[in-house]
């Protein structure tokens, strides 16, 4: 089944073109023939001329990262874009979510819909729709929304996993959060999974673990590349021990999306080090698991620096029924986990520590809670790596913060004139503000 792409705003278009690039490279390699023909089938489709060419659509309102994706993926020699599988203007949305909402996105809405259905019907079988954006700025978050509620009406039976990153906290523009706020609420409602990058975590990993001294928009990106990459390659699931899993985006949310109200995907890749690095380093099964399940207890991206002193309270049983004891504060409980292992000797990996009742709610089933996929075949470049994703608390801390600026500022109107000329009232304000004030509360108290 194959996936189609869709590649929104600045931050969008220069994730999908790294993806497409690890995705490709990551099929080049000995004894992948089975491997590399379900990747293919999944993100490419051949041209005429026997060329690989990404199911992928590039939207922005400015064409500059646009003809610079396609431009670096032509020079690859390996893959590229369609010829017109993209679409652009020669006006940006200003860092305005209601701009790329109210205005840009129903402009073009036709014609944008017209480039998704045009690779939808080169697919023999859709597996999904999977959209890449930014929440920070106005197209991204604004025509990426727009586009979402679209592709919602037209394929209410297709999944769509929406990919977000999530700004720095320093701030990159003045309005991020109220363009936060006003995408993460109108999401929610529209896909099926939400999976969270944040800027911060993915520049500590290029800083602390990939040793980059000056950091570039390029290394981020590549990072989040390498981890999405690791999720969406193909795997054996529990179902298809004979196969690779046909439905990478429907396995997904079937397996961590077990409620409408719980959405919010988090994602630890292990390890992930420089490629000087890892030249000469060494990795054990049982070493690798005990750093990722310690870093999803602790809610912590990266096993460098994350506290070890967190840990899951004992689970009592009373008369056959399994009870938490002294659950701690800074214990991040998870609704359900996906463990995806790639590499040597991955069929005789023991995961029994993220098995463990104890780091689940009690009113779901341990052995519907967590879920693991597995491939023989090394990825990227690690000869062992394991990557979890997560619908878990860990994301609580930076919606509140998120939500708690957006609200001081809207309490004292600013910029909220911005909005408002575009058709966006402050009653729209309020219900966004409701309807993430709920979702925090519902993963506060699980």
């Given at each position: 089944?194959?996936?189609?792409?869709?590649q929104?705003?600045?931050?969008?278009?220069?994730?999908?073109?790294?993806?497409?690039?690890?995705?490709?490279?990551?099929?080049?390699?000995?004894?992948?023939?089975?491997?590399?023909?379900?990747?293919?089938?999944?993100?490419f489709?051949?041209?005429?001329?026997g060329?690989?060419?990404?199911?992928?659509?590039?939207?922005d309102?400015?064409?500059?990262?646009?003809?610079?994706?396609?431009?670096?993926?032509?020079?690859?020699?390996?893959?590229r874009?369609?010829?017109?599988?993209?679409?652009?203007?020669?006006?940006?949305?200003?860092?305005?979510?209601?701009?790329?909402?109210?205005?840009?996105?129903?402009r073009?809405?036709?014609?944008?819909?017209?480039?998704?259905?045009?690779?939808?019907?080169?697919?023999?079988?859709?597996?999904?729709?999977?959209?890449?954006m930014?929440?920070?700025?106005?197209?991204?978050?604004?025509?990426?929304?727009?586009?979402?509620?679209?592709?919602?009406?037209?394929?209410?039976?297709?999944?769509?996993?929406?990919?977000?990153?999530?700004?720095?906290?320093?701030?990159?523009?003045i309005?991020?959060?109220?363009?936060?706020?006003?995408?993460?609420?109108?999401?929610?409602?529209?896909?099926?999974?939400?999976?969270?990058?944040?800027?911060?975590a993915?520049?500590?990993?290029?800083?602390?673990?990939?040793?980059?001294?000056?950091?570039?928009?390029?290394d981020?990106?590549?990072?989040?590349a390498?981890?999405?990459?690791?999720?969406?390659?193909?795997?054996?699931?529990?179902?298809?021990?004979?196969?690779?899993?046909?439905?990478?985006?429907?396995?997904?949310?079937?397996?961590?999306?077990?409620?409408?109200?719980?959405?919010?995907?988090?994602l630890?890749?292990?390890?992930?080090?420089?490629?000087?690095?890892?030249?000469?380093?060494?990795?054990?099964?049982?070493?690798?698991?005990?750093?990722?399940?310690?870093?999803?207890?602790?809610?912590?991206?990266?096993?460098?620096?994350?506290?070890?002193?967190?840990?899951?309270?004992?689970?009592?049983t009373?008369?056959?029924?399994?009870?938490?004891?002294?659950?701690?504060k800074?214990?991040?409980?998870?609704?359900?986990?996906?463990?995806?292992?790639?590499?040597?000797?991955?069929?005789?990996?023991?995961?029994?520590?993220?098995?463990?009742?104890?780091?689940y709610?009690?009113?779901?089933?341990?052995?519907?809670?967590?879920?693991?996929?597995?491939?023989?075949?090394?990825?990227?470049?690690?000869?062992?790596s394991?990557?979890?994703?997560?619908?878990?608390?860990?994301?609580?801390?930076?919606?509140?913060?998120?939500?708690?600026?957006?609200?001081?500022?809207?309490?004292?109107?600013?910029?909220v004139?911005?909005?408002?000329?575009?058709?966006?009232?402050e009653?729209?304000?309020?219900?966004?503000?409701?309807?993430?004030?709920?979702?925090?509360?519902?993963?506060?108290?699980?």
């Open positions: 089944m194959s996936v189609i792409s869709l929104v705003g600045q931050c969008g278009n220069q994730i999908g073109q790294e993806l497409f690039s690890v995705i490709n490279d990551d099929c080049n390699g000995a004894n992948r023939k089975k491997y590399s023909e379900c990747s293919n089938e999944r993100f489709y051949e041209s005429s001329t060329e690989l060419v990404a199911r992928s659509v590039l939207v309102m400015e064409p500059k990262v646009i003809y610079q994706a396609i431009a670096k993926a032509s020079k690859s020699g390996r893959w874009y369609g010829d017109k599988a993209y679409f652009s203007q020669k006006q940006g949305s200003g860092n305005n979510w209601a701009n790329g909402f109210s205005i840009h996105g129903p073009h809405k036709e014609v944008v819909e017209d480039l998704v259905r045009r690779e939808v019907e080169r697919c023999d079988r859709l597996a999904g729709i999977f959209t890449m930014s929440v920070a700025g106005g197209t991204g978050s604004g025509v990426g929304t727009y586009i979402t509620q679209c592709l919602r009406d037209i394929y209410p039976q297709s999944f769509i996993l929406n990919q977000l990153v999530w700004p720095y906290g320093s701030g990159e523009v309005v991020q959060n109220y363009n936060s706020v006003l995408t993460l609420s109108h999401l929610y409602q529209l896909s099926d999974a939400i999976l969270v990058h944040e800027n911060d993915v520049h500590k990993i290029c800083s602390r673990l990939m040793n980059i001294k000056h950091i570039s928009i390029n981020v990106n590549k990072v989040i390498h981890q999405l990459g690791s999720v969406l390659q193909p795997a054996y699931t529990a179902d298809s021990s004979g196969h690779y899993c046909r439905n990478p985006i429907g396995e997904l949310v079937s397996s961590v999306v077990c409620h409408p109200e719980y959405k919010l995907l988090s630890c890749n292990i390890p992930q080090m420089s490629s000087s690095s890892l030249a000469y380093s060494v990795f054990t099964w049982p070493g690798l698991l005990k750093h990722l399940r310690q870093m999803l207890i602790a809610s912590a991206r990266m096993e460098e620096g994350m506290d070890w002193t967190v840990s899951v309270p004992s689970v009592v009373y008369g056959g029924e399994s009870a938490t004891n002294s659950r701690q800074s214990f991040n409980m998870s609704l359900a986990n996906l463990l995806i292992l790639r590499g040597k000797d991955v069929s005789t990996t023991q995961t029994d520590g993220l098995k463990d009742p104890a780091l709610v009690p009113w779901l089933k341990t052995e519907t809670s967590f879920s693991t996929w597995s491939s023989p075949v090394p990825f990227n470049g690690y000869e062992k394991a990557t979890l994703v997560s619908n878990s608390q860990s994301l609580l801390k930076p919606l509140d913060n998120i939500v708690r600026k957006a609200w001081n500022m809207f309490a004292s109107r600013a910029y004139h911005q909005y408002t000329k575009y058709g966006i009232s009653e729209d304000f309020l219900d966004s503000f409701t309807a993430l004030e709920q979702i925090i509360s519902s993963y506060t108290h699980l």
